[in-house]
């Protein structure tokens, strides 16, 4: 551990979130020997990773003992928790009161520190957290004391990516995630065709295994037959793997998070307490997203997404199709991002362990 401050284990207790631990493990490995303590669940999403000094799969019995244990045995003085919140996240911390571990967390939904609740137990043993945007950090309160910094969580480490095909001149608008109809509004899509149809080069691959009997679903693609669009969507049917997923990111023109703003309860509040995966996908990756035009108060959106209001969806993805060089020109301004830049969010994620 030569030049080096120590160990530090990033723990992941559930079965989510796996998607913000490689940018961690690439700020970190300078400083810090890195443990990797995961549920099972995800041993095929993070057992790739390089920089990790070893990595442990909990399954089975008591998991919170159970990490507990490698803690003790590797003498691990740091801990950030990557999904730092729930009764496990608490017991856990409480077990390990008498040792000589300080606790880091990722907070995924800021409104837990708003309220009195099991957060607050748990904000009691945390020495900092982060928070996965800047205009989410902008919403934690003044009498908020632990210290918080913001940070994007948009590395990704590739394996080889599956050979896809893309036909010259389509224009490929690549919705990413799991088919839920609450967390995205699809119904934005027919509503955003009310006035006009996309152009036929504009192609939708919808990036997540969908239930083809789901009663939203069905409504949908009615939808799509309707008005003659369905053959321009591409659905999955099947689990996609790390591979073929990060392909279709890599093709993609556009990413279109379809973020169900209109949804105020707090699981579904993407526009004050929480952000969406969507987000750090287009910014790794260098490709512009098409948002609701909301988001063009906040950073880093404005610089480096396209915008549309609501019904006239159609009309932006055409005047794009149209005039391809505003991609292009879109892409160059993600590079160029401050905001987004390995260095800068390198320094600040750091900044909270001084």
């Not at 003992?65 to 729930?86: E, F, H, W, Y």
């Not at 799991?178 to 009310?194: A, C, M």
């Not at 005047?319 to 060089?325: D, I, P, Q, V």
Request: charged share 25%; with cysteine; net charge positive.
């Amino acid at each position: 551990m030569s030049g080096k401050k120590g160990s530090i284990a990033i723990i992941e207790f559930s079965d989510s979130h796996h998607e913000c631990i490689y940018s961690q493990i690439l700020f970190l490995k300078e400083q810090y020997d890195i443990y990797l303590i995961c549920n099972e669940k995800l041993r095929n999403f993070v057992s790739h990773f390089d920089n990790v000094e070893g990595f442990f799969f909990l399954s089975g019995g008591d998991i919170l003992s159970q990490a507990k244990s490698i803690l003790a045995d590797k003498r691990i003085g740091n801990v950030i928790l990557n999904t730092a919140c729930g009764r496990e996240v608490l017991k856990f911390v409480y077990m390990c009161l008498f040792m000589n571990v300080r606790f880091y967390g990722v907070q995924h939904n800021i409104y837990r520190f708003l309220h009195i609740g099991l957060q607050t137990f748990i904000n009691f043993r945390m020495s900092g957290y982060f928070v996965l945007a800047d205009y989410i950090h902008s919403n934690i309160p003044s009498s908020f004391k632990t210290p918080t910094v913001p940070f994007y969580p948009s590395c990704f480490k590739l394996e080889d990516l599956s050979p896809v095909i893309k036909p010259d001149g389509e224009l490929w608008v690549v919705i990413p995630g799991g088919v839920n109809f609450k967390r995205r509004n699809f119904f934005e899509l027919i509503e955003g065709f009310k006035n006009e149809l996309p152009a036929p080069n504009i192609k939708f691959v919808i990036l997540g295994k969908v239930a083809k009997e789901n009663e939203d679903f069905v409504t949908f693609e009615a939808e799509l037959r309707r008005l003659g669009l369905y053959d321009r969507f591409m659905f999955f049917e099947k689990y996609i793997p790390n591979e073929l997923f990060y392909s279709y990111i890599n093709q993609a023109d556009l990413i279109l998070p379809l973020i169900n703003t209109d949804v105020t309860g707090r699981h579904f509040n993407y526009t004050t307490y929480q952000v969406s995966g969507t987000f750090n996908l287009s910014w790794g990756f260098k490709r512009p997203m098409l948002l609701e035009d909301y988001y063009k108060k906040h950073e880093p959106f404005a610089s480096c997404s396209f915008f549309y209001t609501k019904h006239h969806m159609a009309e932006a993805l055409n005047r794009l199709a149209a005039e391809r060089s505003m991609l292009d020109e879109k892409r160059r301004s993600i590079e160029k991002c401050k905001f987004l830049s390995f260095n800068f969010q390198k320094e600040r994620f750091l900044s909270v362990f001084k």
